[in-house]
């Protein structure tokens, strides 16, 4: 069975420093690894998709990148704002979607 | 394009009771996927359909059971409700293609009393 860890499991940084969250997963044949944020009692929005073809993807101030091969993803967070504060989570398509726990982001102002 | 939409978006029910969460994907989704998030388990999967047909199954008693109609909306039923079924329900869609991006719903919230 498929486990997706995420770590660290919760983070806090000052606003405008750069941080890069994990995330492993213990069986390589995915399909597709994508991230979400999740905010305090609501649904989750999505943030990057890469497929298991691709390496990374970028958005804005976000880029995700891949290693199949490793078992590891990562989500690097540019010049963070306390907007950005939220529970960041990745989740692999392994014919179902498995999802990571979380991480916690705290941006302080 | 509309969203994900879920209803109702609050519940609260009383142990043995049942109840029945709906779910409306974004247009053209034929794929509507149930999770069940709670501060102890984390996003646990459920179920998928993909054009009324359940394609996959997580591991959860029977209790909990669902069905999608043929303009892709999907139900969720839970019955003989348990304390520990309170949770955040959430239903996602996408197109089922290979790249498969999941879009979520705000949820439901059951409280089981």
């Known amino acids: 069975k498929q486990e997706v860890t995420q770590i660290p499991a919760a983070l806090s940084v000052p606003e405008g420093e750069n941080l890069v969250l994990n995330c492993s997963f213990t069986?390589?044949?995915?399909?597709?690894l994508q991230w979400f944020r999740q905010d305090p009692g609501k649904g989750l929005t999505s943030l990057l998709l890469i497929q298991s073809s691709q390496r990374e993807q970028t958005s804005g101030r976000l880029n995700a990148s891949l290693d199949k091969s490793s078992g590891r993803s990562t989500l690097y967070i540019a010049a963070s704002q306390p907007g950005d504060s939220a529970t960041y989570l990745c989740?692999?398509?392994?014919?179902?979607?498995?999802f990571g726990t979380g991480t916690s982001l705290t941006v302080i102002p | 394009k509309a969203g994900v939409t879920q209803t109702p978006r609050y519940l609260i029910k009383t142990r043995g009771q049942q109840v029945t969460l709906s779910c409306s994907p974004i247009s053209g989704h034929r794929s509507v996927s149930w999770y069940q998030q709670t501060p102890g388990q984390g996003l646990q999967f459920l179920f998928e359909y993909f054009s009324e047909t359940q394609r996959n199954k997580g591991n959860f008693p029977g209790r909990f059971s669902g069905r999608q109609f043929s303009n892709s909306r999907s139900e969720m039923n839970v019955s003989t409700l348990e304390l520990g079924d309170s949770a955040l329900y959430l239903c996602a869609s996408s197109q089922r293609l290979s790249y498969n991006e999941q879009f979520f719903g705000p949820g439901t919230r059951l409280t089981v009393l």
């Open positions: 989740a692999v398509d392994g014919n179902q979607f498995y």
């Open positions: 069986d390589s044949a995915i399909y597709n």
